[in-house]
């Protein structure tokens, strides 16, 4: 029961519904209009015959008296065909005409009537309609001139059940039909409240199925399917990244809780302490610095760093970068090795796109090398190259290290992802995601590519374009 | 040095009173933005420390107001927000410094120090002179005991820095901010790095260091044992 009610309620068998009863309205409608005015015009020319009948009468009336009106009805109604005609004296004696009798009812009244009178056809007696005018005559005489019009009664019943029986059968079609779409649009979008169900109980890996018509069901179903599965993602992404969190901040936090444990148990005094408290101070300050990190990463990509854009030279960023960042690869005995570039100047957060470069510069020095204990100088370089393209500009940091296999690549810009080979150097696992955000944020990328061997980064950004017309 | 602290929670600025007193300092502390006013109206201080977000008025509007009537009392701005943009609000509003929560106190104090030591009028000194360690500004030469050594310009620009706060801790951050201009924290301590070339120019062939490493705070540059 409650399937048929449900399938009742679907918007398929509601719309069939409408849709039958306004097409039947206007069906029956425009049958109804059309029979009206068929009998209005018919009724015209019934009611103009009887007259031009009449009036013919009342002049065989007036020229031959009873005797000749009775005389002429006897003539008429040898050669009927559709007329009526009777003439009766004040007792209802029949002196003429081809109608037999009429009934007390009738015989009363007077002016126009409808009604049924007997006929034998054939031996057969059977009932016909009529319309007659009934006049009373002087000597309480009776004359009823009138048409027989069961034809047109005939006409009328077959259009009237004609339009019934069309009705019924467009209402059968009609709401089965609904019924039938209603059932197979049901069953489709069962099955995606089921799915969405299944999803909602935590199976974030269920998919609506297709039928593989592309109809608009299947499209629908497509978008669905691609927004579960950003979703699954999106979700996967928030508990690896929360999944990191925990384990990045735990590992610091227990080596700081520990540290600080091993102090107070020992014996030896102040300067013990201190050295702790020292420790402590820089585990905190780490700690502190990954939080800021996330923030700024958090900020990024909410877009919501709302500091004014101004315009600078890309190159002029690099070249201090590198000059930030030479002493430190000098002493791990990398070349870092500055190619030349011009002017190139984009629009956006200085600031912002140094520390990105600074950050894929850092990444570079500390992982992108072949591990060396004692490395010779030089051995190892990273090369850094400004590339002004027509619309970008590219910023290429090349190194020579050991690189990152191709299915790494694009997890190392999440936050917090680590390759195991690098786990166990310091670092927060942020830095190359807070340059891809800053790169996003700018409308530019950052790409990791191999760079045979090494990791080749590319921090893409889109030019500034002057303004033609601000000539200055 | 006396400072006046505006801020309004209570637990963070009895800590910031603390460490004032232990480094020798003397504090006022307000917990609200109109009576931080007041006091900076009314009385004297060396440097004040400011809330950006205090209840009734806050930390700009202060400083505005003070810079409106020519007070020109070094003004130290914190906040809890921290997007590059808050601190160019702050500084455009008459801030002479801005600093994020949670700071190190190490950090605050040594800023607070060195813009004590700003309004003083050595600043604009054409020589800094630590023990036999001189930079000449006008010839932009380094010299110790009378032998002249060469520095890059960025290495110049941080001893420069270092020297005018001779005797006095300066941050990690404060050199990134003062000598490259960036006020973002690397994730590798490049300045240490930078710190060692330049102690390898200035002190290496010396008896006596100059250049010290102050732990768990920053670097000072001065003469006398440590």
């Known amino acids: ?472 | 040095m006396r400072v006046l602290v505006v801020e309004d929670d209570v637990k963070a600025a009895s800590y910031l009173a603390n460490a004032l007193r232990e480094s020798g300092h003397t504090s006022e502390l307000a917990t609200d933005g109109e009576t931080g006013l007041n006091l900076a109206q009314t009385d004297h201080f060396d440097v004040l420390v400011l809330d950006r977000m205090l209840p009734r008025l806050d930390g700009l509007s202060i400083v505005e107001t003070l810079r409106r009537e020519g007070n020109r009392t070094p003004v130290l701005i914190l906040s809890a927000l921290g997007a590059v943009d808050d601190r160019v609000a702050g500084l455009r509003a008459g801030g002479d410094d801005y600093l994020t929560k949670p700071y190190a106190f190490s950090e605050l104090l040594a800023r607070i120090e060195a813009l004590a030591r700003r309004s003083s009028p050595e600043e604009a000194s054409p020589k800094y002179v630590v023990g036999d360690l001189v930079l000449d500004r006008l010839a932009h030469k380094v010299m110790r005991g009378g032998e002249p050594i060469v520095v890059q310009p960025r290495e110049y620009r941080l001893l420069e820095y270092l020297m005018k706060n001779a005797g006095q801790v300066v941050t990690r951050t404060m050199l990134l901010e003062h000598v490259w201009d960036y006020h973002f924290d690397p994730q590798t301590n490049v300045i240490d790095v930078h710190i060692s070339r330049l102690r390898a120019k200035i002190d290496k062939n010396y008896e006596r260091p100059l250049l010290h490493t102050v732990r768990g705070a920053g670097y000072m540059i001065r003469d006398g044992a440590d």
Not at chain 1, 3 to 17: C, I
Not at chain 1, 136 to 152: H, M, S, T
Not at chain 1, 261 to 272: M, P, S
């Open chain 1, 1 to 472: 029961m409650t399937g048929l009610t449900r399938l009742l309620r679907t918007t398929a068998f509601r719309f069939s519904l409408v849709y039958f009863c306004l097409f039947a309205a206007a069906a029956g409608a425009a049958v109804g209009y059309i029979y009206w005015r068929t009998s209005v015009l018919l009724s015209a020319q019934l009611e103009d015959a009887i007259q031009a009948e009449i009036r013919n009468l009342d002049q065989q009336y007036r020229r031959g008296g009873l005797e000749g009106l009775q005389r002429a009805i006897v003539e008429r109604s040898a050669t009927a065909g559709n007329s009526l005609y009777l003439v009766a004296d004040a007792e209802g004696r029949h002196l003429g005409g081809n109608l037999k009798s009429v009934s007390e009812e009738l015989w009363n009244s007077t002016g126009r009537v409808a009604f049924f009178y007997r006929r034998t056809v054939d031996e057969q007696v059977e009932q016909r309609f009529a319309f007659a005018v009934i006049f009373r005559l002087p000597n309480g005489y009776r004359l009823v001139v009138g048409r027989d019009i069961e034809d047109r009664r005939e006409f009328g019943e077959v259009v009237r059940s004609a339009l019934l029986w069309t009705l019924a059968g467009m209402a059968v079609v009609g709401l089965g039909g609904g019924i039938l779409i209603g059932r197979s649009l049901l069953r489709r979008i069962e099955t995606m409240t089921e799915t969405s169900r299944t999803i909602m109980a935590g199976d974030l890996s269920r998919r609506i199925p297709l039928t593989g018509t592309d109809d608009e069901f299947d499209r629908l179903a497509v978008s669905l399917n691609e927004m579960l599965r950003r979703i699954e993602e999106l979700i996967a992404g928030f508990k690896e990244v929360s999944d990191n969190i925990a384990h990045d901040l735990k590992t610091p936090l227990s080596r700081l809780r520990n540290r600080v444990e091993t102090a107070l148990r020992d014996q030896t005094g102040a300067q013990t302490y201190r050295e702790a408290l020292q420790a402590t101070i820089e585990d905190a300050d780490e700690l502190i610095k990954t939080f800021d990190a996330l923030l700024s990463i958090a900020r990024l990509e909410a877009g919501a760093a709302h500091s004014a854009d101004e315009r600078f030279d890309l190159a002029a960023v690099v070249t201090d970068v590198c000059e930030l960042y030479e002493p430190l690869a000098e002493e791990r005995g990398i070349r870092l090795e500055l190619k030349p570039a011009e002017t190139t100047i984009v629009e956006g957060k200085r600031e912002l796109i140094a520390q990105a470069v600074a950050n894929i510069l850092d990444n570079a020095i500390k992982y992108g090398t072949n591990g060396l204990a004692r490395p010779k100088p030089n051995l190892e370089k990273i090369s850094v190259s400004l590339a002004p393209l027509r619309e970008r500009a590219d910023i290429i940091v090349a190194d020579s290290g050991p690189g990152i296999p191709a299915h790494d690549r694009e997890r190392v810009l999440k936050r917090f992802v680590r390759l195991e080979a690098s786990r166990s150097l310091p670092g927060s696992g942020l830095g190359l995601s807070l340059a891809a955000a800053v790169a996003r944020l700018h409308g530019g990328s950052l790409t990791l590519s191999d760079n045979q061997p090494g990791l080749k980064a590319t921090l893409s950004l889109p030019r500034w374009v002057g303004a033609p017309e601000n000539n200055r």
